[in-house]
């Protein structure tokens, strides 16, 4: 009895982990498929000064139109592209697209001073990151000083010497670094000091849970006081309330993004965003301190 029971959980096993795998075999063919028929666009969210209210930059935030499932966020597909490898070439239409935009944008005078990038660590990895970037840069005359990576705290911890040679031949070019999601992965802060980093990005669930715990509190005003020791800009992640953005204003947090001013939208109400809406926030803001 038990033995049989015992081959039904073996068998169920090898069965899903079949499945699974065919899942993933026809993920890959249809990222392949996705990148042939530029599938894969940018949503960009304000970044907004939290004192003034001012739209100074846009993280852009990518978005795949799936032909059957509709559009998907990075979450149903970046984790997976990373490990077979074709998030480097996702990362290539990203740049290509971001840095396009940003040269509209430029061009029709809008006043925008950063365009931000998500970088995974493949694209460290595949080595030629640096020399592609500052290519596309210069194709689409783009200049350097107003494009700012991201890279996620926890990769500072598994990226040794490459990852820091990198970003410094990076900041030599102008191109500025940020660290994401900060405060959830692990990096020494001796290493924090060492990398040419000119921000750090407080992650989301810190600002989530500020309400509920006041731990989160603590955690916040920690990040922002060695975040400006070591002459770092701050900016806060997800933003919803009042009471939050009236806590990181009071504590001297200097940007953030969240759904309080807006969510990720498309180029064209970014732009409208940028010109006729920034003074109403500045309003809004104004009428909640
Ligand atoms: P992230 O870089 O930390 O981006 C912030 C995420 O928080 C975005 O989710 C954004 O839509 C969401 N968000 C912004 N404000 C709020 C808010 O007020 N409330 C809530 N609940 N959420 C908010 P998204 O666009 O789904 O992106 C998720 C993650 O995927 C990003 O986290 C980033 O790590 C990664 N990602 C995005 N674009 C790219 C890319 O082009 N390349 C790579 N490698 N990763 C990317
Ligand atoms: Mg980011
Ligand atoms: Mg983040
Ligand atoms: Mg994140």
Redesign the pocket.
Known sequence: QAKRSGGNRLCCYSTRLAEQQAMERNLVNEIREALERQE?F??Y?PVFHLDSGVITGA?????WRHPMRGIL???DF?DQ??RNGQ?VE??RQ?LEM?CRQMKLWLDRGLPVSQM?????VS?IESGDLVEHLLATLKRHQVPPEMLEI?V?ESMLAHQGEPMAAQLWKLRQAGVAVAI??FGTGYSSFGRLKSLPVDRV?I??SF??ELENDERNASIIQAIIALAHNLEMVVTA????TDYQYQFLLSHRCECG????IS??VTPVRFEDLVRHHWKCLRRTINQTS
């Open positions: 894969f940018l949503m969210q993280e852009a935030l990518l978005r966020s990075p979450d970046v592209a990373e998030i996702i990362g990203v971001a931000s990038v998500n970088i995974s694209q991201e996620t994401d999601d990005k992650d989301r600002v989530r992640e997800g933003i919803e993004q969240g759904f309080l969510a990720p």
